[in-house]
């Protein structure tokens, strides 16, 4: 079985501040990690991914995540935030690969201060 | 290329009846999931199909069922409604083989229980 834990359920921040959103993962065996981005009313979106290789995922619009294994997280990251980067963001885990059964954390919602 | 549609968008039912969801997955994809999310919550696996059968199950119960017909489009039906079914439900559609781990989403009916 797999979970995922996110710590923050809000973060503001200032906009043109850094902001890291925090992630943790429990698995018995080898995992694939996402973030996903949910603007108002809308579906998910997949902002990055690891799946495998270089622990530093770049992903869409600006956001960058690292996998640590040691500590089972895989923080999201952007050095300057912007209004339009307002959203809830999901951590996720999936651990049956080509099945894609993805479990999903509660999310943390990123609220951007002018 | 049109992406994951669903209909309908909203709707409002009372307890005890039943409601069908509609899922056409994005062009070229030949899987789709379901999901449940609940207010303030992440998304929950209610389950997969593949080839027009159920693949992968979460912890739903029996009142949830799907099917998947060979265009490869999807529907959600729940009996005996329940206040606690009120949520926006999320079709997801992927490509099986094609090792992505990404999911793409659409935008989501959502139910409301009266």
């Known amino acids: 079985a797999q979970s995922v834990t996110q710590l923050d359920s809000q973060v503001p921040v200032f906009e043109e501040a850094p902001v890291e959103l925090r992630c943790n993962y429990s698995?018995?065996?080898?995992?694939?990690l996402f973030w996903y981005v949910q603007y108002p009313n809308q579906g998910l979106q997949l902002l990055l991914k690891?799946?495998?290789?270089?622990?530093l995922v770049k992903g869409i619009n600006g956001f960058e995540a690292e996998f640590n294994k040691s500590q089972t997280s895989f923080h999201l990251r952007k050095p300057s935030v912007h209004i339009s980067d307002t959203a809830e963001y999901f951590c996720?885990?999936?651990?049956?690969?080509?099945?894609?059964?993805?479990?999903f954390g509660t999310g943390t919602k990123l609220q951007v201060i002018p | 290329d049109a992406g994951v549609t669903q209909s309908p968008t909203h709707l409002i039912k009372t307890r005890g009846q039943q409601v069908t969801l509609r899922c056409s997955p994005k062009?070229?994809?030949?899987?789709v999931s379901w999901y449940q999310q609940a207010l303030g919550q992440g998304p929950q696996f209610i389950f997969q199909?593949?080839?027009?059968?159920?693949?992968q199950r979460g912890n739903f119960p029996d009142r949830f069922s799907g099917h998947q017909f060979p265009n490869y489009s999807s529907e959600l039906n729940v009996n005996a409604l329940l206040l606690g079914d009120s949520a926006l439900y999320l079709c997801?559609?992927?490509?099986?083989?094609?090792?992505?781990?990404?999911?793409?989403f659409g935008e989501g009916s959502r139910l409301t229980v009266l």
């Open positions: 997801a559609s992927s490509l099986r083989g094609v090792n992505t781990g990404e999911l793409f």
């Open positions: 698995s018995s065996v080898s995992v694939y």
């Open positions: 690891y799946l495998s290789g270089s622990t």
């Open positions: 996720a885990v999936s651990d049956h690969w080509g099945y894609q059964k993805v479990t």
């Open positions: 062009s070229g994809h030949d899987t």
């Open positions: 199909y593949y080839e027009e059968e159920e693949r």
